[in-house]
């Protein structure tokens, strides 16, 4: 679903629609005046109107393209820095990936060598409890 912002207008472009509609009231004021004072061919006045009205829809259009495009320079900028805190957050967490494993790395040689030792004192005790038993029987005997 698409965010849909109205365009925050500078005063330069609200002058600019101004004059959008100011030049449309001159040419009906004037094509009144026009056809009282002259004669003019049907065909050439059509002609007249179709040219200005055409040169308006120029105009709102390039004012609608750079809107447009102000609009996708808006939309760029925001993605850059929506890209950017991205990157800052991967690397942070590349970070934190790379102290953990290196905690896992230190705690699994420390599991090692703890088991080892367990594992060479059970056979400490294992040979303690042999040794005892023999003295047992000796005497007992």
Not at 3 to 19: A, K, T, Y
Not at 93 to 116: F, I, M
Request: glycine share 2%; net charge positive; hydrophobic share 30%.
């Amino acid at each position: 679903m698409l965010d849909f912002q109205f365009p925050v207008l500078h005063e330069s472009e609200i002058q600019e629609l101004l004059s959008l509609f100011e030049t449309d009231q001159q040419v009906t004021s004037q094509s009144g005046s026009e056809d009282t004072n002259t004669a003019v061919c049907p065909s050439d006045e059509r002609k007249r109107r179709r040219m200005i009205s055409n040169r308006e829809s120029a105009r709102r259009s390039r004012w609608r393209k750079k809107k447009h495009l102000e609009n996708l320079s808006n939309e760029v900028n925001r993605l850059v820095a929506q890209n950017r805190e991205y990157k800052n957050r991967l690397g942070s967490v590349t970070h934190q990936c790379h102290l953990v494993g290196r905690d896992n790395e230190r705690l699994t040689y420390e599991y090692l060598a703890l088991r080892n030792k367990l594992r060479d004192l059970y056979r400490i005790l294992v040979t303690l409890q042999m040794q005892m038993q023999m003295q047992m029987q000796m005497q007992l005997q």
